[in-house]
């Protein structure tokens, strides 16, 4: 996700976001541990879409 998207988004759309994203990171480890050799770029994809959602949340905090 580009971070213009992650912006247009409401507060809860985000933490549920997060949520979903970060569940999806621990099965892509599981599966990069057991059987998915191509599993390491979609992790790190994961791990940035994380840190942007964090990061426009910090920003919302600070803007109050």
Avoid: P, W, Y
Wanted: zero cysteines; hydrophobic letters at 35%.
């Amino acid at each position: 996700m580009k971070v213009k998207e992650l912006r247009e988004m409401t507060g809860e759309q985000l933490a549920q976001q997060l949520n979903e994203i970060s569940s999806g990171l621990f099965r892509l480890r599981v599966q990069a541990e057991t059987e998915r050799e191509d599993a390491a770029s979609e992790i790190k994809k994961s791990r940035r879409t994380i840190a942007r959602i964090l990061t426009v949340q910090r920003e919302r905090e600070l803007k109050k």
